[in-house]
């Protein structure tokens, strides 16, 4: 037995989740409001027989007991795993010499991150040569106790000020260098890099100093400086006070993404503390990995201006493709349901007052941030506003350029009716026929439903799920093809945890037999992909082709068995149920077993279908 399955066996998901969720017996299962989502109506509930949880309201998320740990404590698989094998007295494997020593190094920067914050912090509050920085700040409007709870600082406007002092506490200068502290010169020996700054302590959502962004306090170049790429910090993929939002972030569901250190600073202030910057860099899937755990709703507050727009576009479509999605029943014109895609989480965008950042804003006026926020445009009412904002829609070719910008987007949405809206919208926008556009609606969803992958996710079937997780390590460009179809194969949080690292290891040759890949693993995560690898290897091979239909027959035999232990599980909740008097709950889950019963026809015809194209089952592989 693995370390992984050894926790998971140790572990009573009760008693965990009970740790976070108030629960209430219901027959042989538990049942409780959900964490993830607001709810009156009890709805989440855990299942010990099979060790597993699911809401059945508004949010749809289920998994394990280490799913569970890593959302709602915001964690990586690892992270979780090592929380929760301590709780047991789990040992997990020692880690490899290379891996001992990068853990090494990533301590010994965090540890000289801290003892740079803190010098730079106590400049800023005591030095005499602070006084123009703190007036600048106090000019900003930031109090004495922001400061300190962000720990900003300030470095001094010579060359080796910090250097010297870090020194002086038996810091190397390698040390120095390979955190971003120092700069080498090209002659030879190093300087600080901060110098004559204002200093912002960037930290992880762990509360590590990781790196630091420096402001100038007068007109020189460049006006904002940020540590560079060390093996603790990546600007891209950390979120600017994420440490200090975390909690809020959760409680409140909400994330308020802003562009600088004085727009955060500012917020929290004005007691906004589920607001994070991005620290002016594009919105990237690794933000978006850190906020995904904690929330599904997202707002933007980025510029105002037409750079500002096309920023948030582009980070908008980032967001999209790094986001969750769901499958919704959608009612057809013949009376049956069609299942569709649709983003799980809800994106919103803030439009700024021309000239105005969100700092100033709040700080004139924390009032008119609320509005602003209460106002903020859903998705599609900013696409239309931010598309057709440099278009003449009384030429022709402008009407054209929004017509085809526009209706590909309507045609993302699942829901018929927000469709048939944006469409009449669309159309009096360019005064056109709303048949024309309607027409053309058509063809593109058709289209879309011709692409889409339409799975829910599916319960754990291990051998079927560790397979398919088998033949992406054998052909990586197949992560691509299965990367909308990855959380319908793999729901077991260490299958998924290490499909993320293959979809990031890229590549075309087969990653498996890579020692540098399987090096770079959690000694956990090493151990269960060699106990997959061993158990898939003397398969019969199967060509790439091969694998692709494997994939899509095994997505279709592992959904029927997840459904078909839904139904069970339903079956068990209405009877507890009714043996309670509670006639709301029976009536609930007596339609969820409709919902189940559609969705196992659909996948009856499915199946039948594949097989009438002559394509094998997921049993037959």
């Known amino acids: 037995m693995g370390a992984v399955e050894d926790v998971k066996q140790r572990l009573n998901i009760v008693e965990v989740i009970s740790a976070y969720v108030p629960l209430k017996k219901a027959g042989r299962n538990y049942k409780g409001l959900c964490p993830f989502h607001n709810e009156k109506t009890p709805s989440f509930v855990v299942f010990p027989d099979t060790q597993r949880w699911h809401c059945f309201g ?15 404590e915001g964690l990586p698989f690892v992270e979780a795993l090592k929380m929760l094998a301590a709780r047991v007295g789990v040992e997990l494997t020692p880690p ?77 200068e390698a ?15 190093s300087y600080d890099r901060f110098r004559g700054r204002i200093v912002y302590p960037i930290r992880d959502a762990r509360g590590h100093v990781c790196g630091f962004g420096g402001r100038v306090l007068d007109d020189s170049l460049p006006k904002y400086l940020n540590s560079p790429q060390t093996p603790v910090f990546d600007k891209g993929g950390v979120l600017y006070g994420i440490d200090l939002a975390r909690e ?49 709703r997202l707002v933007l507050a980025l510029d105002p201006d037409v750079a500002g727009d096309k920023a948030t576009l582009r980070g ?48 004139d006026d924390p009032a008119r941030w609320e509005q602003l926020l209460a106002e903020a445009l859903p998705l599609m009412d900013y696409y239309f506003r931010a ?11 402008d009407k054209a350029a929004a017509v085809e910008a526009l209706l590909p987007l309507i045609g993302e949405l699942a829901n018929g009716v927000e469709r048939a809206h944006y469409v009449q919208r669309l159309a009096a926008m360019v005064r056109t026929d709303e048949r024309v556009l309607a027409r053309q609606m058509q063809q593109v969803v058709r289209r879309r439903r011709g692409l889409a992958a339409l799975d829910e996710p599916p319960a754990t079937e291990l051998d079927l799920e560790t397979y398919a997780l088998y033949l992406v390590g054998l052909y990586p460009e197949l992560v691509e093809a299965v990367e909308s179809r ?29 020692e540098g890949f399987l090096a770079g693993l959690d000694s956990a995560l090493r151990e269960h992909v060699g106990a997959l690898v061993a158990q898939h290897s003397p398969r019969p091979p199967v060509t790439r082709e091969e694998a692709r239909q494997v994939l899509e027959a095994v997505a279709l035999r592992v959904e029927r068995e997840r459904l078909r232990q839904r139904d069970r599980d339903l079956q068990a909740l209405i009877q507890a149920a009714v043996e309670e008097g509670d006639g709301d709950a029976v009536t609930r889950y007596a339609g969820a077993v409709n919902d189940v019963a559609e969705r196992l026809g659909q996948l009856a015809a499915e199946e039948r279908a ?5 394509r094998r089952t997921a049993r037959e592989w």
């Open 58 to 72: 508004a949010c749809g998320s289920g998994g394990d007991v280490i799913n569970f740990v890593m959302r709602r």
């Open 96 to 172: 490899t010499p290379a891996q001992e020593a990068e853990a090494e190094e990533r301590r010994r920067l965090w540890d000289v991150n801290r003892l740079a914050a803190e010098y730079f912090h106590r400049l800023l509050m005591e030095s005499d040569e602070a006084a123009q920085a703190r007036s600048y700040l106090a000019g900003r409007g930031l109090q004495a106790e922001t400061l300190r709870a962000f720990q900003v600082g300030y470095a001094r406007d010579t060359w080796q000020a910090l250097s010297d002092y870090l020194g002086s506490q038996g810091w190397r």
């Open 175 to 189: 040390d120095l260098t390979k955190a971003g502290l120092v700069s080498e010169r090209e002659s030879g020996g």
């Open 248 to 296: 809020m972030i959760r409680r409140s569901e909400t994330a308020v993404l802003v562009e600088g250190y004085m727009d955060v600073l500012m917020a929290h202030q004005a007691g906004f503390r589920n607001v994070v910057g991005a620290m002016g860099t594009a919105l990237s899937e690794a933000q978006i990995a850190i906020l995904k755990p904690l929330t599904k």
């Open 316 to 363: 908008l479509e980032v967001a999209k493709e790094a986001l969750d999605a769901r499958v919704v029943p959608v009612p057809t014109a013949r009376g049956l349901i069609r299942y569709e895609r649709e983003l799980d989480a809800e994106l919103r965008i803030i439009t700024l007052p021309d000239g105005h950042d969100p700092d100033e804003v709040i700080r």
């Open 387 to 397: 598309l057709t904002a440099d278009l003449d829609l009384s030429q022709a070719k």
């Open 486 to 514: 990855s959380s319908a194969l793999f729901v077991e949080a260490e299958n998924a945890a290490v499909f993320a690292l293959l979809r990031e290891a890229g590549g075309a040759e087969p990653l498996w037999p890579q």
């Open 610 to 614: 594949r097989m009438q194209a002559g």
